[in-house]
């Protein structure tokens, strides 16, 4: 979850991009109230405070158990809680520390996004493993899920010698524009592996090739970079940039990769969805943007907030900014959707999967309460589908979508936590 925005002075980027987000004129939305689907169960509330082991939900990945898909998995980061694994249950099975450098003065290691690769090679065989972004220390870290495993089923197979993602050094990596949101990417092609990374505060993304050791370990190397813009020429003629604070850019978290073309959905949080080749080649295209979208803004250093002016109408009209988890809901051949988080009004967006001019709007919905004590989602921020058989409590597959903004009996701490809803409720309202 990023704090409000703010103005930043205006960046001049290569001229291709700027001229690519002139997108065309979004498709009119009928006025009327969105569907709800209530979560089955929730997670134990994270609080991000010191009695809480400043635990923060953000990101989650489900893991299918092929041989027992009851028995399947979450795999959630909470942020400098580190990483926690739930059962379908939403009950919690194991909990991984985020690791730190040892120094008082050096960022503490921090979680933020997590995705799944199956069946990487390693030194001892093939194996599904979970990938997160340590935003603290710029790293990758990779866990091997080992199902069953007394003590919990994530074992750290991270290489010791893995280099930081963007930072030259540790005075850098203390600044903390650091690798953020991440997707990963199987390329069907080569069977080579990969990472997509963003880096916190700037429009940069990082593409990495997951490379195993032989020593059972992995690390990573990087490919190649390409960044987004950050300035843009609206139709009036004028250029905008997303408010922020000054020197910060607008960044990328919510990412995820088609398996099945291998391209790229990229939520810039105060702009919009892009759409790119997952290798990072090509040009990006814009396929829908936040309402904001080109309303100006000014920076008070008193308040530390933008002050928005007249909203001119260039934005779009169903995400709310940030546009914050993007996750897929898969089906037969090209079939299915892209789902997105729109953070600021509490909704999700649904988009055809089928890659057009710009990936058609489907309808939308909320996440609501259940009853007194089972709450919906607010300001989510990352989701995460399996479009699959789990077992006996979700047969049509699963939703996992962070709540910013849970409901428990102290209100006076930062709470969050992770919703677990019924995938056969969403499509039946699609």
């Given at each position: 979850?990023?704090?409000?925005?703010?103005?930043?002075a205006?960046?001049?980027?290569?001229?291709?991009?700027?001229?690519l987000?002139?997108?065309?004129?979004?498709?009119?939305?009928?006025?009327?109230?969105?569907?709800?689907?209530?979560?089955r169960?929730?997670?134990?509330?994270?609080?991000?405070?010191?009695?809480?082991?400043?635990?923060?939900?953000?990101?989650?990945?489900?893991?299918?158990?092929?041989?027992?898909?009851?028995?399947?998995?979450?795999?959630?980061?909470?942020?400098?809680?580190?990483?926690?694994?739930?059962?379908?249950?939403?009950?919690?099975?194991?909990?991984?520390?985020?690791?730190?450098?040892?120094?008082p003065?050096?960022?503490?290691?921090?979680?933020?996004?997590?995705?799944?690769?199956?069946?990487?090679?390693?030194?001892?065989?093939?194996?599904d493993?979970?990938v997160?972004?340590?935003?603290?220390?710029d790293?990758?870290?990779?866990?091997?899920?080992?199902?069953?495993?007394?003590?919990?089923p994530?074992?750290?197979?991270?290489?010791?010698?893995?280099?930081?993602?963007?930072?030259?050094?540790?005075?850098?990596?203390?600044e903390?524009?650091?690798?953020?949101?991440?997707?990963?990417?199987?390329?069907?092609?080569?069977?080579?592996?990969y990472?997509?990374?963003?880096?916190?505060?700037?429009?940069?993304?990082?593409?990495?090739?997951?490379?195993?050791?032989?020593?059972?370990?992995?690390?990573?190397?990087?490919?190649?970079?390409?960044?987004?813009?950050?300035?843009?020429?609206?139709?009036n003629?004028?250029?905008?940039?997303?408010?922020?604070e000054?020197?910060e850019?607008?960044?990328?978290?919510?990412?995820?990769?088609?398996?099945?073309?291998?391209?790229l959905?990229?939520?810039?949080?105060?702009?919009?969805?892009?759409?790119?080749?997952?290798?990072?080649?090509?040009?990006?295209?814009?396929?829908?943007?936040?309402?904001?979208?080109?309303?100006?803004?000014v920076?008070?250093?008193?308040?530390?907030?933008?002050?928005?002016?007249?909203?001119?109408?260039?934005?779009?009209?169903?995400?709310?900014?940030?546009?914050?988890?993007?996750?897929?809901?898969t089906?037969?051949?090209?079939?299915?959707?892209?789902?997105?988080?729109?953070?600021?009004?509490?909704?999700?967006?649904?988009?055809?999967?089928?890659?057009?001019?710009?990936?058609?709007?489907?309808g939308?919905?909320?996440?609501?309460?259940?009853?007194?004590?089972?709450?919906?989602?607010?300001?989510?921020?990352?989701?995460?589908?399996?479009?699959?058989?789990?077992?006996?409590?979700?047969?049509?597959?699963?939703l996992?979508?962070?709540?910013?903004?849970?409901?428990?009996?102290?209100?006076?701490?930062e709470?969050?936590?992770?919703?677990?809803?019924?995938?056969?409720?969403?499509?039946?309202?699609?």
């Open positions: 979850m990023t704090p409000p925005r703010r103005l930043h205006a960046s001049v980027v290569a001229a291709a991009l700027v001229v987000t002139a997108a065309a004129p979004q498709q009119a939305q009928a006025a009327r109230p969105l569907p709800s689907v209530t979560p169960s929730e997670t134990a509330t994270l609080y991000d405070d010191e009695a809480g082991g400043n635990a923060n939900a953000d990101d989650p990945a489900i893991w299918r158990n092929t041989a027992d898909p009851d028995r399947s998995l979450v795999i959630a980061t909470a942020k400098e809680g580190g990483l926690r694994v739930y059962d379908l249950d939403a009950r919690q099975v194991q909990a991984v520390a985020a690791p730190s450098t040892g120094a003065d050096d960022a503490p290691g921090r979680f933020n996004n997590v995705d799944l690769v199956h069946g990487l090679r390693l030194s001892g065989g093939r194996a493993v979970a997160t972004t340590d935003r603290g220390n790293r990758l870290r990779v866990y091997r899920v080992q199902a069953g495993r007394p003590g919990g994530l074992v750290d197979v991270t290489d010791p010698s893995a280099p930081p993602v963007f930072s030259t050094d540790q005075a850098e990596i203390n903390q524009r650091t690798a953020y949101g991440l997707a990963t990417w199987t390329d069907a092609r080569t069977g080579r592996s990472a997509l990374v963003s880096r916190r505060n700037q429009t940069r993304l990082a593409l990495l090739e997951l490379t195993p050791t032989a020593s059972g370990t992995v690390t990573y190397r990087t490919v190649r970079t390409l960044d987004l813009p950050s300035s843009f020429r609206l139709p003629g004028k250029a905008w940039s997303p408010c922020a000054p020197g850019l607008p960044q990328v978290e919510g990412m995820v990769v088609d398996p099945a073309n291998g391209v959905y990229a939520g810039q949080e105060d702009v919009g969805i892009w759409r790119l080749p997952a290798d990072l080649t090509g040009t990006p295209k814009l396929v829908d943007k936040v309402r904001e979208y080109g309303v100006p803004g920076y008070d250093e008193k308040t530390e907030e933008c002050v928005a002016g007249a909203d001119p109408g260039f934005g779009g009209r169903r995400l709310a900014a940030d546009v914050e988890g993007l996750t897929l809901i089906g037969r051949g090209g079939d299915g959707h892209l789902l997105a988080s729109s953070q600021g009004d509490d909704t999700f967006a649904v988009y055809d999967r089928e890659v057009d001019e710009h990936n058609a709007y489907e939308g919905f909320r996440v609501s309460a259940a009853n007194a004590t089972l709450d919906g989602s607010e300001q989510c921020d990352g989701a995460a589908v399996l479009n699959a058989p789990l077992g006996r409590r979700f047969p049509r597959g699963l996992v979508v962070q709540d910013g903004r849970d409901t428990p009996a102290d209100t006076e701490r709470a969050t936590g992770f919703k677990f809803v019924d995938l056969g409720k969403v499509l039946d309202r699609l």
